[in-house]
């Protein structure tokens, strides 16, 4: 039996979003766009802002990135055009009117220029700076609904920077074992075409993993000074400690989803809590013990977030807390070598 196959073709964007203020932004600022930006950029968003003003000019979306501890806002630029000049220096002003640290420009056509302006940009900035192009489809099949499609045109070359900074001997040799380590999780994660979705891997103890949630994520470290390699499910809620107490109550259920007590830290005075597993007596400076560790935070991993990430959707807003606290950032041990 011959299966019946249908055609794809294209179709004008003008189609779907006839004026790109009144309803490309909005759009792309809703859950299904924003859906969509995520899955390009490889990172977790919040809306903060459309039609955000810097001065006399507007920016047309500000988001917050949700899957990093740290603060880090994403400026998102759009056209339903071909990319032009204006756009480019408005890109620019906007970023450092909002000190941006990821810059997207989304657009239906992009000029050669203007994709080699933002490779340029990617090349000569550090990694703190992230440029993207993005070119906006609609694609149909038959008669079905026209579907959006967001291809990367341009994206940070990761593979030359970390090359470049090999080469200036920025990286410890303690740094360099790390991002190893962190490249072995990375890769099982990948292999298993795990819901865990691995990040890239930074020279550093721990790296974090998305887990759909605003302030929510989770964390993988490692210590060579303690001898511990561990799995977290961290969280940076509203003031106070509301989303701790509400999981604290929940602590049975919790364990026993596990089978075995887990580390329960509250971390009073900072705006971080975490939750914990550890594996004790591990030296994570052992690379012939690195298969057997990188099995057991790939196995944890994925653990934590099958059994926090409903606990995660499920906590408060957390209105009620009015205690003020102080700033936090990134995990709470330093490195040791």
């Known amino acids: 039996m011959t299966v019946k196959l249908g055609k794809v073709t294209q179709v004008d964007v003008r189609r779907a979003w006839p004026n790109e203020a009144a309803h490309f932004t909005p759009w792309l600022a809703s859950p299904d766009g924003l859906e969509l930006l995520q899955d390009a950029l490889g990172m977790d968003l919040e809306v903060e802002a459309t039609e955000q003003f810097i001065g006399p000019f507007r920016a047309d979306i500000l988001a917050k990135r949700t899957d990093t501890p740290d603060e880090h806002w994403v400026l998102i630029e759009n056209q339903l055009e071909k990319t032009d000049h204006r756009h480019l220096g408005q890109l620019l002003t906007y970023a450092a009117g909002l000190k941006a640290a990821t810059i997207v420009w989304v657009a239906q056509y992009f000029a050669e220029e203007h994709r080699a302006a933002l490779d340029w ?5 550090s990694d703190a700076y992230q440029f993207f192009g993005l070119q906006i489809e609609l694609w149909q099949i038959g008669n079905s609904d026209p579907a959006p499609m967001l291809n990367v045109l341009a994206e940070p070359n990761e593979w030359t920077r970390e090359v470049k900074q090999s080469a200036e001997n920025t990286v410890s040799d303690l740094k360099q074992q790390q991002q190893r380590f962190w490249q072995g999780v990375r890769s099982r994660l990948l292999e298993k075409n795990s819901k865990v979705r691995p990040q890239k891997a930074h020279p550093q103890h721990w790296a974090d993993y998305r887990l ?50 887990l580390s329960w830290q509250r971390l009073d005075g900072r705006k971080q809590c975490r939750i914990a597993l550890y594996r004790e007596n591990t030296n994570p400076t052992n690379e012939t013990d690195w298969p057997a560790q990188q099995a057991w935070i790939v196995e944890q991993l994925e653990r934590f977030y099958s059994i926090f990430k409903p606990y995660a959707l499920a906590l408060s807003d957390g209105n009620e807390a009015q205690v003020h606290e102080t700033d936090d950032s990134g995990p709470e041990e330093a490195d040791e070598a």
């Open 121 to 125: 940009l990617n090349d000569i900035t």
């Open 212 to 261: 759909g949630r605003a302030n929510t994520w989770l964390t993988a470290t490692i210590n060579s000074g303690k001898q511990y390699v561990a799995v977290e499910f961290s969280f940076r809620g509203p003031p106070g400690k509301v989303w701790f107490d509400e999981m604290l109550a929940q602590k049975g259920e919790v364990e026993a989803k596990f089978g075995h007590p």
